[in-house]
């Protein structure tokens, strides 16, 4: 084949003119306070753009004009090279007529003043940059414990008002030398607008004293500082109580058994698990085991408590975890705790600064006198605490880390929303009794509290009230309405009913479970309009339509029409709160239902638990359960846990902290691989499909009576408890033409049952929802209250800028069917 002629030289194409762009570029998200607009600054100078960068209520707001090829790079390196803390939710570009007025050079321009509609970012572990600092000895930095930066440091914890600036933060009472003035200044320092930024000549200082106030000299210990002197008191097998970013923590050697015991003594907390801290992760692979994610979620900016499995036989104190098969374990998250774990080849016990069921000591003069009796002497500060920040708790389970408290380093991130629900109006929502947080949504997002605690305690009750007054006032959020759970002596929802009409807005009170079922929704972006979902709600209980307590619920729906159709048949709690305290009551009153007392003693009569009872009060019991008085029936899961943990001796007496007879339960399990479980039976109740335990009674006495270990029924329950719920499950989707199963409750905190479940539940073709980024447990629910508020809202009251007056309730007028979602409405 001949070759084709070469083609004709060409002449070379003149030189193109480049053309020039300009943008306005608005970038929402965790963008403040984060190090962004000098990374703004550094890529758009470093492009060759001109223009500025400064931030506003609504994020970073970018001006720039170059070559649009420079723009476009500068977008996609910002998501690539965006600071450590930063969190990007979207970036918004359009035309900017400015581009005669961008000069010549890139500038970082003062906070413009507008509506807030960013936030405030979580406080930060130590980043290592800062910590390459505080260890070299000829750094201006060396060993100082507050050593931070625009990638690390306090934040939450020191803030009062906004703007975030460092006259609205506890680091207003330290003006900054010049040197730390200059490195504040410049746009290349990563301390660049570092509002708690502070050294040895300016910040705060740390001191320590004993208990009863007298300071101790580090040199007369042969220690270089305060810090130095408190590690060599925790290495003698003193308790320390040590003031941190967001609240106190009492310290003592993990492996001295009697520094733990005498902790444990003091703090009377005598059987609730104590959190870890170790240097490093050489540390604690040495006691815990570990995998990437794990690894991974430890080493976060958060530095979460991270539960582990235990390694066996490793010297840790026997009170450091009694019943347990896992170590809350976490990293130095400042650098007063690197330093005080500088020279520790083993972990230190790091438990909340309070006595038990107190909340955390932040202040200095409070830790004096509520920690004196516990600890030998306080590592203090003197920069105030101004929020209290509990240590946040994580755990991988099913393949992902999940929350089990959201707190320090978490908290106030904003949590996205489908942009479906970006119009919503603004809500504020109350959260639960136990493990309350609250909840702002706004501008199409929610806005979820650090974890508040148990508000039957006055204490914490105030700091809940505390809580949304700063938050409304960082936030500038002015609700639409306020959403509440329907039970009508919880304190966060009377403070809610209160506020509503103090503000002439409408009150809506929500459903315990659906509010669960809403939470799991948002937290994994489901859309409003998305397609109906099987929603299973396990916890301790929460107070039904019915007046009942309710604890065992499925429901069809969505974010606000989910209608039950099955629960766990309900039995009664004998005594009300004295049943969630003592487990035997619940035993009883689960063998009463499943044999009726008189046949159990006749057929089981010689079973330790049956003699146990029968020397307690249960004529008594049986009397006040027939006619109910101060015996509501429950479909608790929960209770039935503590039911399962008395037959096996766990717990039977009292509980010593909130879920202690479920969790040693699943201490006590086996894996389930081949199990067989125990049977449930599953009967038509009329409008609800029940779930009906009494079968497993029978089997597990009969497995008892023939001597089984207390290993194998625990591993018989949870098998079967998975199973009958996938039956349940399957027979719901199938017969609604459902695909798509969520879980939320605080049952779901079993890392066996969730991951038995779910794993049943994929083989059965259907696709799980559960909870990562806030808790399954009532730490979530007020995400799930704000946002089915906000819709209900939307829906019945016409949102148009406006609120009417009245309250209104969210639930069903009947066992299984729906209700109107207004059902009642009084004036404000």
């Not at 060409?10 to 962004?36: D, H, M, N, T």
């Not at 609700?479 to 209160?498: E, F, L, N, T």
């Not at 509980?655 to 086996?670: R, S, V």
């Amino acid at each position: 084949m001949a070759k084709a002629p070469d083609p004709p030289p060409q002449e070379p194409a003149p030189a193109a003119s480049v053309a020039i762009s300009a943008e306005l570029i608005r970038v929402r998200g965790l963008v403040q306070g984060v190090g962004f607009r000098p990374t703004v600054w550094r890529l758009a100078r470093a492009l060759g753009l001109a223009g500025s960068v400064r931030n506003d209520g609504d994020g970073v707001l970018i001006r720039v004009a170059g070559s649009a090829l420079d723009i476009d790079a500068l977008c996609r390196r910002l998501q690539a090279e965006m600071p450590p803390l930063a969190r990007i939710d979207s970036i918004e570009r359009g035309r900017w007529d400015g581009a005669g007025r961008a000069g010549t050079d890139f500038v970082i321009e003062h906070s413009a003043a507008t509506s807030v509609h960013t936030g405030v970012v979580p406080d930060a572990a130590t980043c290592p940059a800062c910590l390459l600092e505080v260890r070299d000895p000829d750094d201006r930095r060396h060993r100082y414990p507050f050593t931070n930066c625009t990638h690390c440091g306090p934040r939450l914890s020191i803030v009062r008002a906004i703007p975030y600036d460092r006259a609205n933060t506890s680091m207003a009472a330290f003006p900054m030398c010049p040197d730390c003035q200059r490195e504040y200044r410049d746009p290349a320092d990563r301390r660049f607008h570092a509002q708690p930024n502070a050294c040895p000549a300016c910040g705060p200082r740390v001191w320590l004293e004993a208990a009863d106030g007298t300071p101790l000299d580090p040199a007369a210990q042969g220690a270089p500082d305060a810090v130095a002197a408190a590690s060599l008191l925790l290495a003698a097998g003193r308790i320390v109580a040590i003031k941190g970013i967001g609240g106190f923590h009492l310290a003592c050697d993990a492996t001295d058994a009697d520094a733990v015991a005498g902790l444990r003594r003091r703090k009377g907390r005598y059987a609730k698990p104590l959190a870890l801290m170790a240097r490093d992760l050489d540390v604690i692979i040495r006691y815990a085991e570990l995998d990437h994610a794990s690894t991974a979620l430890l080493r976060q900016p958060a530095a979460p408590i991270v539960l582990l499995p235990a390694r066996p036989a490793t010297g840790l104190a026997p009170a450091v975890a009694p019943g347990q098969r896992t170590l809350g374990c976490m990293l130095p998250y400042t650098p007063l705790h690197h330093l005080l774990l500088a020279d520790w080849d083993r972990p230190l016990v790091m438990t909340s600064g309070n006595r038990s069921e107190e909340p955390q000591c932040i202040d200095n003069e409070d830790a004096r006198r509520r920690l004196a009796g516990i600890a030998d002497a306080l590592l203090l500060h003197d920069r105030d605490i101004v929020n209290r920040l509990d240590d946040s708790v994580a755990r991988v389970m099913d393949g992902a880390p999940r929350l089990l408290r959201r707190a320090r380093g978490f908290a106030p991130a904003p949590l996205t929303l489908p942009d479906a629900m970006r119009s919503l109006p603004p809500v504020l929502a109350m959260g639960g009794e136990l493990k309350n947080t609250i909840c702002l949504l706004k501008d199409g997002q929610a806005v979820l509290s650090q974890h508040l605690g148990d508000l039957q305690d006055a204490a914490t009750a105030r700091a809940c009230e505390h809580s949304i007054v700063l938050y409304r006032r960082l936030y500038e959020h002015r609700p639409a309405a306020i959403a509440c759970d329907a039970h009508p002596g919880y304190h966060s929802s009377q403070v809610g009913r209160r506020l509503a009409a103090e503000q002439g807005i409408p009150a809506i009170e929500l459903q315990h479970h659906r509010a669960h079922i809403a939470a799991v929704l948002a937290d994994n972006d489901y859309p409003p309009d998305g397609k109906p979902v099987l929603g299973i709600a396990l916890d301790g209980s929460g107070y039904g339509d019915d007046g009942t307590l309710w604890g065992g619920e499925c429901f069809i729906g969505g974010y606000t029409d989910p209608h039950r159709v099955a629960r766990l048949a309900q039995v009664p709690l004998p005594g009300g709160t004295r049943a969630i305290l003592e487990p035997w009551r619940m035993l009883f009153a689960h063998l009463d239902a499943a044999f009726g007392w008189q046949r159990f003693l006749a057929e089981h009569g010689d079973l330790p638990m049956a003699r146990d009872l029968a020397r307690r009060p249960v004529e008594l019991l049986r009397r006040m359960s027939a006619g109910g008085l101060n015996a509501p029936l429950t479909s608790s899961c929960g209770r039935l846990f503590d039911a399962v943990a008395a037959a096996l001796g766990i717990c039977v007496e009292r509980i010593a902290y909130e879920g202690q007879a479920a969790i040693e339960l699943e201490t006590a399990c086996g894996p389930l691989d081949g199990a067989t479980g125990y049977p449930f039976d599953l009967r038509d109740g009329g409008d609800l499909l029940e779930l009906d335990p009494g079968p497993l009674w029978q089997a597990l006495c009969a497995d008892l009576a023939a001597g089984a270990e207390p290993s194998q029924v625990a591993t018989r329950f949870h098998a079967g408890l998975a199973d009958a719920v996938t039956a349940l499950s399957r027979r719901l989707a199938s017969a609604h033409g459902l695909d798509t199963v969520v879980l939320s409750g605080g049952v779901f905190q079993n890392r066996t049952l969730f991951e038995a479940l779910s794993a049943r539940l994929r083989a059965a073709g259907l696709q799980v929802l559960s909870h990562r980024r806030v808790p399954s447990n009532d730490g979530g629910l007020a995400l799930g209250q704000a946002v089915a508020g906000a819709l209900l809202f939307a829906q019945h009251d016409g949102w148009h800028g406006t609120t009417r007056h009245g309250t209104t309730r969210h639930g069903t007028t009947g066992r299984g069917s729906p209700g109107p979602a207004c059902a009642r409405s009084t004036s404000a």
